[in-house]
Each structure stands twice: as structure tokens, then as C-alpha cells.
């Protein structure tokens, strides 16, 4: 078993440690040589300065005489956008108001996300090729138009569908990849 991409929350995260023997390192595809190395931190939200932990790093031990690559590999928080700081509650909570017919100064505003209105400007932009990456999971090719935020929020819950997404599918949604 390799290890998960995301977990869904801060316990699960830490239940990790007990399982990495079982994995195999997603590089090099040894089993038993992944070791827990650390919290993946970095700027918390809406807490400028702050440092908020992310998700966990896991290093596959090449020291001594353990037989693996060197390399790290990381699981991270399915609330986490990589290379962002915002989470997915508060960017869902944005985009669903901007689906919903308004502006993205009008959403922005409902959303209060606690970020720079340049920063929703941002967000708006990336939504396209993140809603491209969304329709393949959740019309298996068939395309009803205009219900993109309805099946969402019906498949990965109605709070925060995107954090629904990337742990049910273990994948990035590239929304946000900068
Ligand atoms: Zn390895």
C-alpha cells in the first residue's frame, strides 16, 4: 500500500505513524523503509505570520544501512490546496456566491474570507480548469449544463466539497495549482 494523498482531518494525520510500516515509498516502491519526518507547515489562514500545519511529511530512509531512496513524500490535510494558503471552506464558500449569480466583488464580500479581493480575483480565474478536472467524477460523461455546484456539494457534502473531493479521489483539484 502506498500512502494516502490526503487525510480528512488533524487526527487522522496523526494516526498516520502507525501505519507508515506497512507502506511501500511511492518512488521507489520499497515497503518498510518510510519514516514519519516532521509536520508540512506553512502560513495559516487568515493568520498572516502564523504557521498552521498542513499535513505530514514522510521520509524513506536511506541513512545508515536502511535501503531506501532518500526521498520524502508528504499526505496532506484534504482541507489544503497545494501552493495556497486559503482552504477549501473558505474558497468554496467564495465560488459557490460567484456561482450563485453574483459578482466576484458582491461574493467576495458575502464570502469574508479574511483574503485580498485581488486574491478572489485569482481564485475566479483558476475555477475553470478546476470545474474541468470536477466533470469527469461527476457526470461520467454525460453533461446536464448549469448544475456544476449542485452535483458537487450533492456528491462531496454541502460545506466543503472540494476537501470532499480531494480525499474521496485522492487527487489535487488544480483549481488553485499556481
Ligand atoms: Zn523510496
Known amino acids: 500500500m502506498i500512502p494516502p494523498r490526503y487525510v480528512s482531518d488533524l ?6 505513524g502507525d501505519l507508515v510500516r506497512s507502506w511501500r ?3 521507489c516502491a520499497r515497503s518498510g ?6 509536520a508540512l507547515r506553512g502560513g495559516a ?3 498572516p505570520g502564523k504557521d498552521a500545519v498542513r499535513g505530514r511529511r514522510f521520509f524513506c530512509s536511506n541513512r545508515g544501512r536502511r535501503p531506501g531512496c532518500g526521498r520524502t513524500c508528504s499526505v496532506l490535510l484534504a482541507q489544503v490546496f497545494r501552493g495556497a494558503s486559503v482552504r477549501t471552506g473558505s474558497y468554496w464558500r467564495f465560488c459557490s ?9 458582491a461574493a467576495w464580500e458575502q464570502a469574508r474570507t479574511g483574503f485580498s479581493l485581488e486574491s478572489a480575483y485569482r481564485w475566479w480565474r483558476g475555477w475553470p480548469r478546476g470545474a ?16 456544476l455546484a449542485e452535483a458537487l456539494t450533492e456528491r462531496y457534502g454541502q460545506v466543503d466539497p472540494l476537501a470532499g473531493f480531494q480525499g474521496r479521489e485522492q487527487k ?3 483549481g488553485l495549482a499556481s
Open 45 to 47: 489562514e487568515n493568520l
Open 33 to 38: 523503509t518510510l519514516n514519519a519526518h516532521g
Open 172 to 174: 489535487a483539484w488544480p
Open 132 to 147: 474541468a478536472a470536477l466533470r469527469p467524477h461527476l457526470w461520467r460523461g454525460r453533461e446536464p449544463p448549469g448544475r
Open 97 to 105: 456566491a460567484r456561482l450563485s449569480g453574483l459578482g466576484v466583488l
Open 11 to 16: 487526527a487522522a494525520l496523526s494516526r498516520l
Open 25 to 27: 515509498c511511492p518512488h
